[in-house]
Structures are given as C-alpha cells and as structure tokens.
C-alpha cells in the first residue's frame, strides 16, 4: 500500500492556492498604482504651489513698482506741501489704484521708518497674514517704507479642490478594481469547478481501471479521457499492464517448472542434511572415543612417572616428559570440556578456593621446572567461593598452563590469591612478550604464537566460564611483564 505523504496536495488545494495568489496579486497590483497615483499627485500639487507662488511673487512685485512711481510722482508734484499733507495725497492715490484694482488679493501699505503703520489698504483682512508674500522698499525721500502684498489663502481653496478631486479619483479605482476582482474571482471559480468535476471524474475513472486492471489485466479506454495529460499518463499505464502482464505470465510458466525444481531439490536438501547429520554423529563419536582412549595412556604415563620418582631422584628427561604429559593432559581436559558442556549440567558447591589453587600450582611444579621457570605464590588461605569444581579448573589449569608456555626461561612466575571487599581475585603473572592485541586474546582458535602450537581453546573456554558464572576479566601486558586478573564473587 502507498503511504500518504503529508506534503501531498489534493486539486481543489491547489487551485484554491491559486486563486488566492491571483487575489493577493490583485490587491497587490491595485496598493501599487494607488501609491503611483499617490506619489504623482504629490508632485503635482508641489509644481503648483510653486507656479503659484511665483506668480504671486511677480505680482507683489509689480504692485510695489507701481506704489514706488506712484510716491515718486506724488512727491515731485508736491514738494512744498509738508509731509502730512503728502502723506494724505498718497493714501487717495493708492485708495484710488486699489479700489480700480484687478487682483482682489493684493494689498498695499506704507510705514514710516520708526515701524509705525502709516496706511494699509482695507482690501484683505489683517487677520492671519503670516503666510502673506510681501516685499518692501524705503523711500528715503519721505522716510517712508513702501510695501506690497499678496494673500496666499486662495491657494489653500485650490488644493482643496485638487485633493478632493484626486479622492474622488481614488475612490473610483478602487471600486472598479474591486469590482474587476470580484468579477475575475467568479469566472475562476466557475472555471475551477468546472475543470475540477472533469479531473475528478477522469482521476476516478482511472483509479477504478488500474483496480480492475490488477486482476483482470484489461487495458483503461483512452477514449473516455479528456485531458491531454492524462491520455499520456493513460498510455503509459496501458504499455505498463501489457508488460506486467506478460511477465505474469512468464512467471507462472516460471513458477511451475520452479516448483518440480524446489521438490527436487528438497529431497536432496534433505538427504544431504541427513548425510550431514550422520557425518556430524560419527564425529562426534570419534572425538569422544578418541579423548577417552589418549586419557588411558596419559593417566598410565603419569602413574608410572610418579612410580619412578618415589624409587629414584628426579631424572632431567623424564621430568621432560612428565611436563609434555601434564600439557597434553590439560589440553585433553579442554577436549573434554567442549565435548561435554552442552550434555552435562556442571553442578556448583562451596570450594576452598586457596587449597584447589595450591593443588594446581603443586601439579604444574613440574611443568615449569622442566621449562627452567619457578612458580612464586602468595595465598592467602580459607577463601571460599560457590563454584564449579571442573569450570574452576580449567580457569586455573589454563592460566598457569599458558604462563609457563609463554613466559622467559629462568624467570619467577606468580600466582596470588587474595580477598577484595566482597571478591576473590585470582592473579598469574609472567615476563614474557606483550601481547599484541588484547582484544582478540579469547577468541576461538587465536593464537600470539603460531609457533608456540595449542589449539586457541583454553582461553576461548575460560572467557565462557567466566561469562556465565559473572567472574570479571582483566589483562594487563606491556614489554615487562603480563597480568591475568580474575575477580570471583566471595562466598
């Protein structure tokens, strides 16, 4: 069964997807011709308060030419009057000029050098003139200041004007963009759910063919699809149940001549398993006789050296032979072990730890005289642990067997025995090579030495023990000495 993954999108997400960017388009597109219209109306009013302002500049300034020939005449004319009486014939004569006057929002005014308001015509009001264009020239003649004036209120009324005009504006673009959206949004969604019934009808015809094409093989009819997409799509899966279905066929052709092969080849399976079995059996056989026939010769060989060294000194050659005895004995041991240990349940008792080990380092004495080493030991006595009598054995019969074996001649071996809190720690240490790699010392059939012969076991044997019975392993080697140390649970 195909997994539904969760980035999955079904068509009508998709083109409500789209029709939602569309929109967001729109509004987007509309934002931004109305800041254009915005910025562009801005511009404009700027370019008008600025040609107004010129003008009105320009005029101020006509107007104060004029008031200055007017005072130049007035004073020419009138030179034997006093000032007062000049004064008066100009306030008549600008009277006159402003009252004839076009431009309603000029004002004319004359002050005398002290600051004192000589005459100001009453045309505009005094109110709110600090936005007023006004420029200035004295008379010194009269010791008069002739001024000219222009409000700048109209202006105010004009840009009213234009921002009404520009909201109106505004205002109806956005209604017709609104409308234009609302309009494009149905027809796309009359067009989507058109476009969406047709997919889905030919989405489930198809889904129905491959479930029908699963079983019967029949070909989906490319005549009932519409869409150009899916007639490919269509094709394609037609070309593909050709295939499927011809390699069904083959496969059953396959599977029926496999299946006189299969048989066949289980009844040799089984011949060659019960072949393997009987082989296994004999072997097994072998090995058992075989370790019990070495043990007689071993146990006789052993007996007799004994015999001979009760009656007379201790022979060299024979001491030889007694320690390549007592090698041979423990490998069999070994044997022995791996032959039993799945046969037999090794039943645990309370053993006198320091006594059994005193017991093997006095039986492989003679093993490491004859190898010209001495065993040193430090027991400590009465430790007791609950304990396998035989796994025990070949713990220690191992340890000092592989000490003696890979130790230097004329060097002291050491065998303790001692209690750690709640342990017994088992330790036998050597002078010999380091040991190369550590970590593959207990596998099966490792050897350092190729040369030093064995079979790889007592090792492999002891780590089983050890594991079973919760006894921790420690190896420590460096180009002094090596230590095996082993920790048993007291008691």
Known sequence: MLLKKKDNKSINQINFMAILFAGLFAFISACLVIVNEYLEFQKEIKVIEESYIQAQKKSASDQLNLLLNIT???????????????????????????????????????????????????????????????????????????????????????????????QDKIISFVLKIYMLTLFLYMISTIEYRYVSDIMKR???????SFKKASSSYEFIDMEKIKFTEF??????????????????????DLNSNLEGIVEQKTVELKRSIEFTQELLEKQDQFVKNAIHEINTPLSIIL??????NLKFEKNPYLLKIEAAVKVLDNIYEDL???????????????????????ERVDYFEDVAEGNKLHISTDIVSDLFIFFNETELQRICDNNLSNAIKYSYEKHPLHVKLFEDKNEVVFEVENCGEMIKAP???????????????????????????????????????????TLFRYRFVKG
């Open 231 to 252: 007639q490919e799509i269509v094709t394609h899966a037609n070309v593909m149940i050709e295939e499927i279905k011809n390699k069904n066929s083959a496969l059953v």
């Open 439 to 481: 970590d593959q010392l207990f596998n099966r059939y490792y050897r350092e030495d190729e040369a030093r012969g064995g079979f790889g076991l007592g090792l492999n044997i002891v780590k089983e023990i050890c594991e079973t019975n919760g006894v921790s392993i420690e190896v420590l080697s460096d180009e002094l000495k």
């Open 202 to 208: 030919e989405i489930r015809f198809i889904v129905y």
């Open 72 to 166: 130049e005449y007035r004073f020419q004319q009138s030179q034997s009057l006093p000032k007062e009486a000049i004064y008066q014939k100009l306030k008549e004569d600008i009277s006159a000029l402003i009252k004839h006057g076009d431009e309603a929002q000029n004002y004319l005014f004359l002050e005398l050098v002290s600051g004192e308001i000589l005459y100001r015509s009453s045309a505009l009001s005094l109110e709110n003139t600090s936005k007023d264009i006004v420029v200035t020239q004295t008379y010194e003649p009269l010791g008069l200041i002739l001024g000219s004036g222009v409000s700048t209120r109209s202006i105010e009324d004009v840009l009213a004007q234009k921002k009404k005009a520009y």
């Open 336 to 358: 022995a072990y791996v032959v039993k240990k799945d046969r037999v349940v090794y039943e645990k008792a309370m053993i006198d730890f320091s006594k059994f080990l005193t």
């Open 303 to 308: 007996m007799n050296i004994d015999l001979y």
